[in-house]
Nanobody
């Protein structure tokens, strides 16, 4: 079992930056592909970015390319989402997710564990 806890959300002005963290418990973090998703009221949870567990390969949604980066520190059992040049449309609850020994996935059902989410609000 893996438990994920996100932190780092908050209110930021457009053009600003935030860094989210996802702390994982358990011994399988290093073998887990990590992803970030986001959700706004009335909409489905959408894929944002992910990093593979073995090669460090990353994959981005088109909407965040060039602005968001994902990284991981296996020694700290933590994944990070660096968000730069934030836009009002980035406002959402951001969730981290873990997929044990799996390739990068872009759909909700491909991930095994989820955090509780952290709110990111970008003001114009």
């Amino acid at each position: 079992q893996v438990q994920l806890v996100e932190s780092g959300g908050g209110l930021v002005q457009a053009g600003g930056s935030l860094k989210l963290s996802c702390a994982a418990s358990g011994r399988t973090f290093s073998s887990s592909t990590m992803g970030w998703f986001r959700q706004t009221p009335g909409k489905e949870r959408e894929f944002v970015i992910a990093i593979s567990w073995n090669t460090g390969t990353t994959y981005y949604a088109d909407s965040v390319k060039g602005r968001f980066t994902i990284s991981r520190d296996n020694a700290k059992n933590t994944a990070y989402l660096q968000m730069n040049s934030l836009k009002p449309e980035d406002t959402a609850v951001y969730y981290c997710a873990a997929r044990n020994l799996g390739r990068i996935g872009t759909t909700i059902r491909e991930y095994d564990y989820w955090g509780q989410g952290t709110q990111v609000t970008v003001s114009s």
